[in-house]
């Protein structure tokens, strides 16, 4: 599949344009710059249950991409195919130029990942969890004992860090593993719902963090479902909905069409349906 | 009422599934549970019928024992990481809108529905039919039993209710390790100890028992009080059961009061049984590393890294590992399991060196078989070796850390650590113990070699039959045992047979010229053991890392199934 032109449909009907070089070399990909993420025809079944269902998707290096969708939809299915952890059937999946199925060291060496629910080593306190997977990462232990501590700065986990994880709220946990997503400089970031139960005053620090990573051409695939937070965030988004990619558009053409993200969200997942239910003992 | 039905059936739900991952394992249970029943009732019967013409002395002394063990047993159900009594959510139960007497039903069908609902009608059923010399008297244990099982009933829930909170907590579970061990190591040294003494001295723990502060206990607790009650019906003397079934229901009166009390704290917020109780804090000194438990670990670490030049992947899993063995109590457990056994088995043979009566018949064949029973008994963690990964392991997978570095770093730990803990202790044994010099160098040599076939073995089945070892579940949970279910029990001794196959003969290769007179032998087999077992594991790791690859995935999927 290298060197095949892959063609993303929007569904919307509008041109995103059109084609792009799967290796980033050529091709007319509308922002011009070479693909972070390429997908291209994506199935993940559980049993009759079709999750994810032929999507094909590029993502531009340096973007901060957004990818939204209803409960259920596939959002989570599709990153943990991306980042290597469930098994999927696809053409092709490139990740930071590297092909996860010939080349998973690198594609995991080159990405950060923080899952909806994840999971720790919580028996390690933040700080040496932090060093676990800097060393893990091939990091110097003094580039590793550096960039942990800033970290934890960041993250305002300093007072908790000599704490077991196990001991951590929600919140802590997820600034954890933000943080052990960013340790190694990653070139794509996979972050699924990494603000929930984070407070405000980390949340602002971390976004300042992520816009910084994004002008330094690292590419975040994000995926939430707070729209205003992604609104604000995100250059590009791609809605999901029963499996299938049905939106993929800058958000400037989103802006300049008059329409907020939630109604083209709403437009797409509501399946018509918007009207709200009655429930019969609420007079 | 509808209320109490909703909590009956859900309590029942939570039963049959606690632990439980398919049907099939529901169904083993339940073989299990009817299978222990029908033995429970042939034994019974068999009593019956040889203590029908026994002494009273007899009966009379089985009676309070029985109570003792089934006492001691219950009482310690709560302590232990089994979960027996704790499926239902009590603090989410108190959010709703239900009564006060909807809650005690909800504590008194806690306490009866599962395991506990089975084997208590059970043995109360049996006592009569053990102890029931005449109808009279069996309807007697009868009523005396269901009076202390009452007790024992409540007394279960009010450590629930009033220890709960500490229950959950996993410092109680280290602090529950250590004091287990010790107890453990204490109970079984002075057993060893009064039975080796009483070979001398017949009567010495005659007299321990006697001894005033052991009398009250025995006498005037509950089972020594059913044991009174059931001595004087038993003989004849109706009247004299009245004080000690008198002091029994006082008893029993006076722990339904505290329950009560208990309760309406626990009703009005006052008492909670969630876990708040923080794990202690990783002391780090300034510039330093934080503890990974202790300068020995580390020195030890230390040494392996540096001697096998590992990469700083490997290094970090070694060091993971380290500090998880220090800290999460189901990996100590699993690991102090298999080293307090040969520890209590060196107090056994040091205290019968006393008198000369076991350890002559022994001699010079125990070290081996110390050495082969520490060897073999590592072989539960060996092989599954991202058994205590748990939902973790997508950090270690997620990382780009080589497979067979990955392996590698496994295999380091569980010969460097376990392995060589234990030749630590065979090593302490020789010397305790007096063995002859050449055949502890053998035996050391042949622990090696087996250390090495089992960790082969291990990196094999981990790839092939990966199942979580522990489940903590959040902040509030106590660290749970997970068995991996019948699969697992099916492949562990399948490993097991395999695993003596190819170790055995490996070890004895080594061991055995000894006993023939010829030391020398052993010797020059070493080197051929040794170059087979590190083909072995040399072939085991490459094997196992690039199934790790291809399995992965599923791995992952094993191992972050939830369990309930």
Known sequence: MNGEPVVINDHTGDALGDSYDANGQTGAYRLKKPPAVVIDGLTKRFDDFTAVDNISLAVPEGEFFGFLGPNGAGKSTTIKVLVGLITASYKNIRIAGCDLRSEPLKVKANIGVMLEEPHLYDRLTSREYLQFIGRMYGLAPGETDLRTEELLALMDLEDAANKMIIDYSTGMRKKTVLAAAMIHNPKVLFLDEPFGGIDPIASRKIKDVMNRLVRHKVTIFFSSHVMELVEKLCTSVAIIHHGQIHFHAPMSEIRASGRTLEDVFVEIAGDGHMETEELSWIN | ?564
């Open chain 2, 1 to 564: 009422m509808d209320q109490l039905k909703a909590i009956l059936r859900i309590k029942l739900k939570l039963a049959f599934r606690m632990g439980a991952k398919n049907t099939s394992e529901i169904i083993f249970r339940i073989i299990l549970v009817v299978f222990f029943a029908i033995l429970l009732l042939s034994l019974s019967t068999a009593l019956g019928f040889f203590f029908r013409n026994a002494e009273p002395d007899i009966r009379g002394h089985i009676f309070p024992a029985a109570h003792w063990i089934m006492c001691f047993i219950w009482l310690v159900i709560p302590f232990s990481p089994l979960g027996l009594n704790q499926s239902l959510h009590f603090e989410g139960l108190a959010l709703l809108p239900i009564p006060r007497r909807t809650f005690v039903g909800a504590l008194v069908i806690n306490s009866l529905v599962g395991l506990n609902g089975v084997f208590i009608p059970l043995i109360i059923v049996l006592i009569p039919i053990v102890f029931g010399r005449t109808p009279i008297i069996g309807l007697a244990a009868f009523i005396i039993s269901v009076i202390f099982w009452i007790g024992l009933l409540i007394t279960g829930q009010l450590i629930l209710l009033a220890f709960g909170r500490i229950l959950a907590s996993r410092r109680f579970a280290d602090i529950a390790i250590v004091v287990g061990a010790i107890a453990g190591f204490l109970i079984y040294t002075s057993r060893i100890f009064l039975y080796s003494e009483t070979i001398e001295n017949p009567d010495l723990a005659q007299k321990i028992v006697s001894l005033k502060p052991f009398a009250v206990i025995f006498d005037f607790f509950p089972p020594g009080l059913a044991g009174w009650a059931f001595n004087s019906v038993d003989r004849g003397d109706f009247t004299g059961a009245i004080l000690p079934l008198g002091l029994l229901v006082i008893q029993l009166v006076l722990l339904a009061i505290l329950a009560g009390k208990l309760i309406e704290k626990f009703f009005v917020g006052e008492l909670t049984l969630g876990s708040a109780v923080k794990s202690r804090e990783i002391v780090t000194k300034e510039g330093r590393e934080p503890s990974s438990g202790s300068s020995f670990a580390r020195g030890l670490l230390g040494i392996i890294t540096s001697t096998l030049g590992l990469c700083p992947g490997s290094i970090a899993i070694v060091a993971k590992e380290l500090r998880y063995l220090f800290r999460e109590p189901i990996y100590k457990v699993r690991f102090l399991n298999s080293v307090m056994m040969i520890v209590y088995l060196i107090a056994l043979f040091l205290f019968l060196g006393r008198n000369k009566s076991g350890f002559a018949t022994f001699g010079n064949y125990i070290l081996p078989l110390f050495a082969y029973l520490s060897v073999v008994g590592e072989l539960r963690l060996a092989v599954n070796k991202f058994g205590m990964d748990g939902q973790a392991i997508e950090c270690l997978l997620l990382s780009p850390v080589s497979r067979t570095k990955l392996m590698l770093a496994k295999t380091v730990f569980g010969i460097g650590v376990f392995q060589g803990i234990n030749i630590l202790i065979i090593i302490l044994a020789a010397v305790l113990l007096k063995m002859n010099f050449a055949l502890a160098v053998l035996c050391v040599l042949a622990m090696a070699v087996g250390a090495l076939v089992v960790e082969a073995w291990g990196n094999i089945l981990s790839v092939y039959f990966p199942y979580k070892m522990a489940t903590t579940s959040g902040r509030r949970g106590q660290a749970q045992f997970e068995t991996g279910g019948c699969t697992f029990q099916f492949i562990y001794l399948l490993a097991t047979f395999v695993t003596n196959a190819f170790a055995l003969p490996m070890m004895a290769l080594i061991v055995v010229p000894f006993f023939f007179g010829n030391a020398l032998i052993g010797f020059i087999l070493a080197p051929v053991s040794f170059l087979l077992a590190i083909w072995m594991i040399k072939y085991s790791m490459t094997f196992a890392a690039q199934k790790l690859v291809e399995r992965e995935k599923k791995i992952i999927e094993l191992l972050s199934r939830q369990t309930q």
